[in-house]
């Protein structure tokens, strides 16, 4: 099936269209970012770099830390950018640009999110990392796809039913994470948690500032939910999107969470910038451990 060129965009050296990427440009485990600023300090520990690539809030670099090729792109804020970046990314692996034509063998991309967030239990404190092992999406990204054999439709039942959900609003949906990138990455120094991925930063998170809210009570809600003994624990605006869309196209992915502010009590991180940083040596050692990624 050839794809037509109205689809599959792209720029005139043959690149993605967004992204403005060549298939040799990137590794098999991508560590993504949503400040385009924030790839240079994933970028700075490794001994080589190899690309530097930057179009509109997409920005990549990839080289190697401690032998192991990686990439870093920065994904910008947001569901909608997710879609642009983690379908512009399978298709660097997965389609033959020269035919237009998906290849007959596909590939699997470790994808893993360093991103910040909000916790809404107490016990999950400012300042701490947290793995998302499980996601709730509140975009309606996932509808637009045929998702129905990837979802938890009894876990986001159960949420609509608790939260006496606005029918206005996208329906909820649940991805959980890769497995094995879980295991990979957790130790004592992580949380592990629910991650709820909202559309927006003030109204669908809750926050007012001059525009009353649908539901003023909506974060409690949220926060007082419980699934078989689980609690929804953080808030952030990519991790849901990533999830489903990997799974639909057969990649792994999972999000680290620096935790840089706590809704349930109302503190923020005195140095959110140290937590981050914290987090992606954090992550990057982890991704250099033991087996290799591509084992699994």
């Known amino acids: 099936m050839k794809i037509k060129a109205s689809e599959l965009i792209l720029n005139q050296n043959g690149s993605i269209y967004h992204l403005n990427l060549l298939p040799e440009h990137i590794a098999e485990t991508i560590i993504t970012v949503g400040d385009p600023n924030r790839v240079a300090r994933v970028s700075k520990h490794f001994e080589k770099i190899e690309h530097k690539i930057e179009k509109r809030e997409f920005h990549t670099h990839t080289g190697y830390y401690k032998g192991k090729?990686?990439?870093?792109?920065?994904?910008?804020?947001?569901p909608d950018n997710i879609d642009i970046v983690f379908n512009e990314l399978d298709a660097l692996v997965n389609i033959d640009f020269e035919t237009r034509s998906p290849k007959e063998k596909l590939s699997t991309l470790n994808l893993i999110r360093i991103g910040t967030s909000g916790s809404i239990q107490p016990e999950i404190p400012v300042d701490s990392f947290l793995i998302s092992e499980n996601s709730i999406g509140f975009d309606g990204v996932l509808h637009f796809y045929q998702n129905e054999n990837i979802q938890d439709l009894d876990f986001a039942k159960s949420f609509m039913d608790h939260l006496n959900w606005f029918e206005k609003k996208s329906s909820p949906y649940v991805?959980?994470?890769?497995?094995?990138?879980?295991?990979?990455?957790?130790t004592q120094e992580t949380h592990k948690g629910i991650t709820a991925t909202n559309i927006g930063f003030y109204g669908p998170q809750g926050r007012v500032l001059r525009l009353a809210l649908q539901d003023d009570a909506m974060n409690d809600k949220i926060s007082s939910f419980s699934y078989k003994g689980l609690k929804i624990t953080n808030m952030e605006?990519?991790?849901a999107t990533m999830y489903g869309?990997?799974?639909?196209?057969?990649?792994?992915?999972?999000?680290?969470?620096?935790?840089?502010a706590n809704r349930a009590?109302?503190?923020?991180?005195?140095?959110?910038?140290?937590?981050?940083?914290?987090?992606i040596v954090y992550t990057l050692n982890k991704l250099v451990h033991q087996a290799d990624l591509?084992?699994?």
């Open 294 to 296: 591509t084992e699994y």
């Open 237 to 239: 605006m990519e991790t």
């Open 69 to 78: 090729r990686l990439s870093v792109v920065s994904t910008g804020i947001g």
């Open 245 to 260: 869309l990997a799974k639909l196209l057969g990649h792994r992915s999972v999000s680290m969470n620096a935790i840089i």
């Open 265 to 279: 009590t109302g503190d923020f991180s005195k140095d959110p910038g140290k937590i981050v940083d914290d987090l």
């Open 175 to 186: 991805v959980p994470a890769d497995e094995e990138l879980v295991k990979k990455l957790s």
